[in-house]
């Protein structure tokens, strides 16, 4: 199995066909063809030396928000992706206190899509008076 190195994230293409892409799109995917994949990886990345976490408030009690109200459809749906995703070895079964519920949206396609809603436990985390500093900074104050 062949994992990307470090630093180069790979990046999935979904629905956009490359004869409608303005042409300097066209040459920049062609320069990047080593890092655009047709699907997801049915396995996590390995795990890393650095480990992210998010800090929060300490003794904060967590919510446990009861599911949003779906049509049969929709509770169909959710459980085929939970179930997809638990098969790819993406996500396992929780066994976190807190539970957050899910909705779905739909894409222009008309596919179905599955988003948390982490309203309730954002009020918990740590806020930071700096927000994080963004890549292509860091990318230049290690360049020299």
């Not at 990046?11 to 990047?32: A, F, H, Q, R």
């Not at 396995?43 to 446990?64: K, Q, T």
Request: charged residues 25%; neutral net charge; aromatic residues 6%.
């Amino acid at each position: 199995m062949h994992f990307a190195p470090i630093g180069r994230p790979k990046v999935i293409l979904t629905s956009t066909k490359l004869d409608d892409l303005p042409e300097e799109i066209k040459t920049l995917l062609n320069d990047c063809a080593d890092i655009i994949v047709d699907e997801f990886p049915n396995v996590l990345p390995p795990i890393r030396s650095i480990s992210h976490h998010i800090d929060l408030i300490p003794g904060a009690s967590f919510p446990n928000k009861e599911a949003y109200r779906l049509t049969p459809q929709g509770n169909v749906e959710v459980g085929r992706q939970v179930q997809e995703l638990m098969h790819k070895g993406l996500i396992r079964e929780s066994l976190s206190p807190c539970a957050v519920p899910t909705v779905l949206s739909t894409k222009k396609g008309g596919e179905w899509h599955m988003c948390i809603d982490f309203k309730a436990i954002n009020k918990f985390t740590i806020r930071y008076r700096f927000c994080l500093p963004r890549m292509d900074y860091l990318m230049d104050c290690l360049s020299g």
